[in-house]
Each structure stands twice: as C-alpha cells, then as structure tokens.
C-alpha cells in the first residue's frame, strides 16, 4: 500500500477541492509514493499521535484537524507542532488532515452531528452544489428550549454546554462542527430555532427572541469524524491495518472544572 491509496480513497469521500481557502488539508507531511504498513486515525496530530503511530507499527497518521496549519518560520523542539513534525519526519511517518474537506460532506462533520441527534430530513445548511458547511434537520418531536438542552447533553454525552436565553419551542436545528459562531447568521436563514456549534464568543449569546445557540464545545462537536475516517479507510481495505488512537478519549486540549 503506499500513501497515494490511502489519500485517494479519503479524497473520495473529502475532495481536497472543497476545502475553504484559509485551511491546509491534505498530504502534510511525506510523498505520495511512500510505503504505508498500518494507519493510525486521530483527531489532532500531537507529538503524542505520532509516537502512538511508531509504537503501533503505523507509518501513516489520518487526522482532522492539520499539523500546520499556519506557516512555520522555524521548526525547533519543545513547541507541540515542531516537536510533532520532527517526530514525523525522524520515524518516516506521513500525515494526512481532512479538514473542512470533510466539514463540507453531509456524510462527514456537521452530519454526523445530526444523525446523533436522530434528527428527519437531514440536509446540507449551506448547500453549494453537493456540499457546503453544516447540517440542518428537525428533531423526533418538538420540544422545549429546556428540553433541547437536556436531550443534546445526552445524546452527546456532555456534562454542561453554554447557551443563550431558551426558546419556547425547538422543532428544527441547525449545526456546524468545530469553530462555527460564523455561520450563526446562516443557521437563522434555515428558519432554526436552534444552532449547534463550539467556539461561541460572549456576544453571540445575545440572540433574537425564537432563536437560541448552544456551544458543545470544538472537539465534542467534531470527535465522530475519527471513526468516519477510519471506516472510509477500511471499506476501500478491508484486510489493511487501520487503527484509532488508544487516547482518542484523552485528546481534547480542554479541562472542565
């Protein structure tokens, strides 16, 4: 197998063309000719990930969120992202992100939101010809604003999440994996009464009357793409080694106190 395949197979289902102009998805680091023996699927590309992937006998990392993001004007140890590169580039391990590329698929972050919820017609809430960012759906029944919290912390399995004022009444939802407070005026354009995302700043909170926003946190929002991946990879092959982190559970960079 070498690492062409395994990107082939991803870019089916995440086509790097999709991606938004600000983001890095793709072959981070490696050649597309590359051998690859097993991969190891994450969520962020830690020096942690890449010494899991060397230990598990795996010379290929799949994550969502990518390693460089940002340009780097020096790559010295003691700093996560550097320390991951050198760890990387010293083992022979390539690493890969599907990014807002697997944002911008129904399939992908934002849907499986919904289909955690157990939301009715599910559909793209920015549809820009087959994909586009978030999810939009109506829940089982309507609901209360007290009741939406209350079913959204279950089905997530969240021990708090921050909200605005709660509606009277929930029926449809709109939601948007990741860092979404910049789709919350897409999200009321469905007729929502409720918006789903992580990274909601202060102001935000103050929202018109039927309309609330609920702030599950980044990676809650966006975990379930790791098992996605990996079953992207294993349906395309089926005999090959394709792993998920042991420490998926242990990777979110945020603490509740």
């Not at 938004?20 to 023996?37: K, R």
């Not at 996560?80 to 022979?92: E, K, L, N, S, T």
């Not at 109506?138 to 919290?149: C, D, Q, S, V, Y």
């Not at 939601?175 to 409720?194: F, H, N, P, V, Y």
Request: charged share 20%.
């Amino acid at each position: 197998m070498k690492v062409k395949d395994i990107t082939a197979a991803i870019e089916q289902f995440a086509p790097l063309s999709i991606q938004e102009g600000w983001d890095n998805s793709g072959l981070c680091i490696g050649a597309p000719e590359d051998e690859v023996h097993g991969v190891l699927v994450g969520f962020d590309c830690t020096p942690e990930l890449v010494d899991e992937a060397v230990a598990r006998g795996c010379d290929m990392v799949v994550t969502h969120h990518p390693l460089i993001f940002r340009g780097l004007k020096r790559i010295q140890g003691g700093e996560p992202v550097a320390d991951a590169v050198i760890r990387a580039v010293r083992a022979g391990v390539a690493v890969y992100a599907a990014h807002t590329t697997a944002d911008k698929v129904i399939a992908g972050v934002s849907g499986a939101m919904a289909r955690r919820l157990g939301l009715r017609d599910i559909a793209l809430m920015e549809d820009e010809g087959g994909y586009g960012l978030g999810a939009v759906g109506t829940l089982p029944h309507p609901m209360t604003g007290e009741e939406a919290i209350a079913y959204v912390k279950e089905k997530f399995g969240l021990a708090a999440v921050r909200v605005s004022q709660p509606v009277a009444c929930v029926e449809k939802v709109a939601m948007c994996g990741g860092s979404g407070a910049s789709e919350i005026d897409a999200a009321r354009a469905t007729g929502a009464q409720l918006y789903i995302s992580g990274d909601i700043s202060y102001h935000h909170f103050f929202t018109p009357e039927g309309f609330m926003v609920m702030d599950i946190g980044h990676f809650e929002s966006e975990v379930d793409i790791v098992e996605i991946l990996s079953k992207v990879i294993r349906e395309k092959f089926p005999t090959f080694a394709v792993r998920i982190s042991d420490n998926l559970g242990r990777s979110n960079p945020v603490r509740y106190y």
